[in-house]
């Protein structure tokens, strides 16, 4: 039975530690210049940071022009992994993120927190869990070696109906009537992070293919787009570091506290949604994306709905923060479980019974 090695390169072996130092970098420099701090989070519009969209499509953009676009009109004949994402991140993720968060803020550490706090702790959590990714899913993806083409159809298919269930069901959770969720946040962010970068991959194939032919672009143009596409990543995790990292100075246990049910929250979509993948017997190209993109987040529409509804100082927004604290190492391990579990998706049994690899 023969299994595709994946070599992970250097930077990919320790890109956990890279993070690591992004972070406390973040969290430095936010410290030292805070007034350029304060300066770059007001160059916003409509909710929406531009100079996170800008590191964005320098993550996005590698990708995108990885990605076979011929390839996604056989994704879409595919229902299964779509019915599959539809029905993990809009009928189970949000009460299951619901019910964590209330078992951790409202009982077991309950004697821990100030009621009133609590209260924003779970809020803020409720309104990660109403995001599915919609953006960093296609860089686990990537790493994974998920099926690229399917991975956008899920992606394009989580942001319409992000569109129409966000706010419905942030009113439901929270249970709070009117909850001023601003429509052109969503749609600008879903735009710029993975509209834009999209049609600019989508050219950029079909343009320099159509001049250079497929063998340059794939040994030439391609060759370092993951790297950039990764320190792009770093360099975002740095940026929303250097603006949040005073809240997280300011509580550093009780960030401890909340990203407890945030990773087991993450864990347990991902093994619910990999798991029901593997029986109804979809293809690990297409379970890994299936999977990954319920337990990862779409933690800048949570961060500025968070921010716009409770304030940048609020324990809400602490914790869709700590939401991109955790999501890192922990999707990170998740694609480490994803790829070593990869055989286990390759193999078929033909009417003859005899199982072939």
């Known amino acids: 039975m023969s299994r595709e090695k994946y070599d992970i390169s250097f930077f990919e072996r320790y890109l956990t530690v890279w993070v690591i130092v992004g972070i406390v970098a973040g969290i430095t420099l936010g410290t030292v210049f805070s007034g350029a701090a304060d300066f770059l989070s007001s160059l916003s519009v409509e909710g929406?940071?531009?100079?996170?969209?800008?590191?964005?499509?320098?993550?996005?953009?590698?990708?995108?022009?990885?990605?076979?676009?011929?390839?996604?009109?056989?994704?879409?004949?595919?229902?299964?992994?779509?019915?599959?994402?539809?029905?993990?991140?809009?009928?189970?993720k949000p009460?299951?993120?619901?019910?964590?968060?209330?078992?951790?803020?409202?009982?077991?550490?309950a004697p821990l927190l100030p009621h009133g706090l609590a209260g924003e702790y779970l809020a803020g959590?409720?309104?990660?869990?109403?995001?599915?990714?919609?953006?960093?899913?296609?860089?686990?993806?990537?790493?994974?070696?998920?099926?690229?083409?399917?991975?956008?159809?899920?992606?394009?298919?989580?942001?319409?109906t992000m569109l129409v269930l966000y706010a419905p069901l942030g009113n439901f959770l929270l249970g709070v009537a009117d909850m001023p969720i601003p429509f052109m946040t969503?749609?600008?962010?879903?735009m710029l992070y993975v509209?834009?970068?999209?049609?600019?991959?989508?050219?950029?194939?079909?343009?320099?293919?159509?001049?250079?032919?497929?063998?340059?672009?794939?040994?030439?143009?391609?060759?370092?787009?993951?790297?950039?596409?990764?320190?792009?990543?770093?360099?975002?995790?740095?940026?929303?570091?250097?603006?949040?990292?005073g809240v997280i100075l300011a509580a550093p246990f009780v960030v401890v506290l909340i990203a407890v049910p945030l990773s087991i929250q993450t864990l347990f979509i991902f093994g619910l949604g990999y798991?029901?993948?593997k029986i109804i017997g979809l293809k690990y190209e297409e379970a890994a994306p299936a999977a990954m993109i319920g337990a990862s987040n779409h933690f800048e529409v949570a961060i500025a709905t968070a921010v716009t509804v409770f304030g940048l100082q609020s324990?809400?927004?602490?914790?869709?923060?700590?939401?991109?604290?955790?999501?890192?190492?922990?999707?990170l391990f998740l694609v480490r479980v994803c790829l070593g579990s990869k055989e286990k998706f390759s193999c078929r049994f033909p009417a003859v019974g005899k199982k072939e690899c």
């Not at 595919?78 to 993990?88: D, E, F, G």
């Not at 109403?130 to 993806?141: E, F, G, N, R, Y």
């Not at 975002?236 to 949040?244: A, D, E, I, N, S």
Request: glycine share 6%; proline share 3%; with cysteine.
């Open 48 to 92: 929406v940071n531009l100079p996170i969209a800008i590191l964005l499509f320098g993550m996005m953009y590698p990708i995108m022009v990885q990605i076979d676009f011929s390839e996604v009109k056989n994704a879409v004949k595919a229902p299964k992994p779509v019915l599959l994402t539809l029905i993990i991140n809009w009928g189970i």
């Open 275 to 277: 798991r029901a993948a």
């Open 315 to 331: 324990g809400a927004a602490l914790a869709t923060v700590v939401g991109v604290l955790i999501e890192v190492p922990v999707m």
């Open 186 to 190: 969503i749609f600008l962010s879903i």
């Open 125 to 160: 959590m409720i309104l990660l869990g109403i995001a599915p990714c919609t953006a960093m899913v296609l860089v686990w993806s990537y790493l994974a070696k998920g099926f690229m083409g399917l991975t956008l159809v899920l992606v394009a298919i989580n942001s319409l």
């Open 195 to 245: 509209g834009v970068s999209l049609v600019a991959g989508y050219i950029s194939r079909i343009t320099l293919i159509k001049k250079k032919g497929k063998e340059w672009y794939e040994s030439v143009f391609l060759k370092d787009m993951g790297t950039i596409s990764k320190v792009s990543l770093l360099a975002t995790l740095v940026y929303l570091f250097m603006l949040q990292g």
């Open 95 to 109: 009460f299951s993120m619901f019910f964590f968060a209330w078992l951790f803020m409202r009982v077991i550490f």
